[in-house]
């Protein structure tokens, strides 16, 4: 299970009307605040709400749905009418979020404007998670923080990052599907719960995404896993791409395909195999194992447009 968020029972929230007492409840705001989340590498979080220095800065307003931006390289070929297309890929976008504080004095405002920086700012990119949509993140890095309003009790401050990738990623993988890290609104998810760990040997591999999942030319992370047994030509066919990748010499153990690196019981095995590569289709990809009894696993993040 993957903990994004804080487990404090006492987050900020909007105000409901449970005591007419002037500060019965301090943690109740005139809006609905987003707790955001920060990770250098996707397993270990830090809540802004977990952070003593940034108490009462929060989160008012939200990316909600990016927008997707599309870079093409054109080539003019001949005397072609027009140009071809030779790749298209998506680019860096920027997103935003609003932030406010409201506090006691100037000196007070000017620790949670810096605890804000810090918490924040970094030379490398992170990811960031937005707890109204909780199930994806963008891999992120702080261009500009603007004071649209400062005064002496508090601040509202638009944060402007760019998403490095230009997509989103799910917050698991399918390794963690079981823990609803990847379910939710706005991510594909069928009314059947898909499968990813099969014991068969033909199967549907259900890619949820928005785009292909590509481990060769676009670096994306794909795990196969094979534990169990072979007697020799071994084959895993995605027959919905037509792609495969076999080996001829029988084994025991775990043989996995981590993107293009074959291993098998965790020592390389590229020149073992025919050197095929998996990708998977957006939807649904047929699989067909051939000569292998065992466990076959797929561990791979989702990547969706907004």
């Known amino acids: 299970m993957i903990d994004v968020f804080s487990k404090r029972t006492d987050k900020p929230h909007h105000y409901r009307f449970m005591s007419m007492e002037k500060g019965s409840d301090p943690n109740s705001v005139g809006f609905n605040p987003i707790e955001i989340a920060i990770s250098s590498d996707t397993k270990k979080w830090v809540s802004i709400y977990d952070v003593p220095d940034l108490d009462h800065v929060l989160v ?42 409201d506090g006691m004095n100037k000196q007070d405002v000017a620790l949670a404007f810096d605890a804000l920086q810090r918490f924040l700012v970094f030379r490398d990119p992170y990811w960031i998670c937005f707890d109204n949509w909780p199930q994806r993140m963008y891999y992120v890095k702080v261009s500009e923080i603007s004071q649209t309003h400062l005064t002496d009790m508090g601040f509202v401050v638009e944060v402007t990052f760019t998403d490095q990738i230009g997509l989103s990623r799910s917050v698991g993988t399918t390794a963690e599907w079981s823990t609803n890290a990847v379910i939710g609104f706005g991510n594909n998810q069928p009314i059947e719960m898909p499968q990813y760990s099969f014991t068969n040997n033909s199967f549907t591999v259900k890619n949820l995404s928005d785009v292909l999942i590509d481990p060769e030319r676009r670096g994306h992370d794909f795990k196969l896993t094979l534990s169990g047994q072979s007697g020799g030509n071994m084959k895993v066919t995605n027959k919905t791409t037509g792609e495969s990748i076999s080996r001829k010499d029988g084994f025991n153990g775990t043989w996995e395909l981590d993107g293009v690196n074959p291993t098998l019981n965790d020592k390389g095995d590229l020149l073992n195999t025919d050197m095929g590569v998996i990708t998977l289709q957006v939807g649904d990809n047929e699989f067909q194992i051939d000569n292998f009894s065992g466990t076959i696993s797929f561990d791979f993040p989702m990547w969706w447009l907004s």
């Open 60 to 101: 008012a307003d939200s990316p909600y749905v990016a927008d997707a931006k599309q870079t093409d390289e054109y080539q003019k070929i001949g005397i072609n009418d027009g140009q071809s297309l030779l790749s298209t890929s998506y680019a860096q976008r920027e997103i935003k979020m609003t932030v406010v504080f």
